[in-house]
């Protein structure tokens, strides 16, 4: 795949950094009661509260040390808020990274964890996002994947037994779901990273080799207008609006997630990542996680979109960074540590130690682990786009959606979108 270098802002940024980089010193790393501080920044709000509760614990077994954790999310920009933080010399011990393009970005700034003990632990293909010359820049939070999570009752009540698989499957479910008076499903598209990241991610991921076609648009052989496969996906795309609740641009993700889990919709485009959020509001609620069927073949649809979305990694330059490489050790290997990750976080742990059941992870996560060991998985390729493309492209399938594109104009555009990030 080709090199995508860096644009003359982000240069400008990393210029600011360097000169800012003092901000990040000994002295704000010893609290007023002498204890080292960790400085924790992360882009999981649904999680904030576990880790709160996890600081406590930590804490308590570490009395020589500090947790500082800031979670920015959900609607924020978690990229551009940590960018401004280096910038201004205000430099996390330890923040997120999801791997490929921002791998690319920040890794001379990422202290190499390749040592760590670890490391021999994770699962077969969970630190490739992360890794670069043969060398690990960061831990992978866990496993994550999406489709559509469905209301198990909801299903059951108008007579729906097996979920559907093809394209016309869908369209006969949701016209059962309407003719019993349910929305079919809850669309959250005034968030940009549900329509620019994992729903534009499905046409990418349908191609015969996702990464050559990637590879293909980069040198100009492949083109997006006329391409099947994002034809196919602009289906799938009409008819979740076609069977959508009002108003999806203007519906954030609280909105969605809050719709779903109330009864109000039987369906939403949404991932594991949901789980803390649903029990909140409706414990012990029956669902499930299924395809995101774009035609009728079977076999190509009943997959799920499973990657690791996200990895701890630690500024090399942290004054504290022994500290840092300790409480990462720690939440994979202690108890305390695996609690969190499997029973607080609902997440898949990317270690073959950690053992899991049904009930730890939820059942949108067992479902994932599940479809996961069957080998029914399709890849996330937003993380390989060209930085900043997946909220270019977020704002065209929005005006697309408005009606102010028809599909030949949004493909158009998707395609000189990627064309122009290349050139800058």
């Not at 600011?16 to 000994?26: E, P």
């Not at 008076?181 to 996702?210: A, K, M, R």
């Not at 994002?230 to 799938?236: C, D, Q």
């Not at 299924?290 to 990895?311: A, G, Q, S, W, Y």
Request: hydrophobic share 35%; with cysteine.
């Amino acid at each position: 795949m080709k090199k995508r270098w860096l644009t003359p802002l982000m240069l400008l940024t990393i210029m600011a950094l360097i000169v800012a980089g003092c901000g990040n010193n000994n002295n704000s790393h010893i609290s007023s009661s002498g204890k080292k501080v960790i400085q924790i920044y992360q882009g999981k709000v649904e999680i904030a509260d576990a880790l709160a509760k996890l600081k406590v614990e930590y804490e308590k077994q570490h009395p020589d040390v500090e947790l500082q954790i800031q979670s920015v999310g959900g609607g924020a920009d978690y990229a551009a808020s940590l960018k401004a933080k280096f910038a201004a010399g205000d430099v996390p011990d330890i923040f997120t990274n999801g791997g490929d393009e921002e791998l690319n970005l920040w890794q001379e700034y990422l202290e190499d964890l390749s040592d760590q003990p670890w490391v021999s632990d994770l699962v077969d293909g969970a630190a490739d996002q992360i890794s670069k010359d043969g060398h690990i820049y960061g831990q992978p939070n866990g496993l994550e994947g999406y489709g559509f999570i469905y209301n198990k009752d909801i299903f059951e009540k108008v007579g729906i037994k097996e979920v559907p698989t093809t394209i016309d499957e869908l369209r006969a479910v949701c016209e059962k779901l309407k003719a019993a008076g349910y929305t079919p499903f809850s669309n959250g598209f005034q968030e940009w990273w549900v329509l620019g990241n994992h729903n534009v991610t499905i046409p990418f991921s349908h191609q015969p080799d996702p990464n050559k076609f990637i590879e293909e648009l980069d040198n100009g052989t492949a083109q997006i207008p006329g391409n099947e496969k994002f034809n196919e996906w602009l289906n799938l795309l009409d008819l979740m609006v076609q069977y959508g609740n009002p108003n999806p641009l203007t519906t954030d993700y609280n909105t969605q997630v809050t719709l779903f889990a109330n009864g109000k919709a039987a369906m939403m485009q949404q991932g594991n990542w949901t789980q803390v959020q649903i029990d909140g509001i409706k414990p012990n609620m029956n669902i499930g996680l299924m395809p995101m069927p774009i035609n009728n073949n079977k076999e190509e649809n009943d997959r799920l979109f499973v990657r690791v979305p996200n990895n701890w990694v630690i500024y090399k330059d942290s004054p504290v960074k022994q500290e840092a490489k300790e409480f990462l050790n720690w939440l994979v290997t202690s108890d305390t540590g695996r609690h969190y990750i499997t029973d607080e976080f609902k997440f898949v742990p990317a270690f073959k130690s950690i053992k899991t059941t049904d009930k730890q992870l939820g059942p949108i996560g067992a479902d994932i682990v599940r479809y996961n060991d069957a080998g029914k998985i399709l890849p996330w390729i937003f993380p390989k786009f060209p930085m900043g493309l997946s909220k270019d492209y977020a704002s065209t399938m929005q005006a697309y959606l408005a009606g102010e594109l028809n599909r030949e104009e949004m493909l158009q555009q998707m395609q000189e979108q990627w064309v122009n990030l290349q050139l800058r």
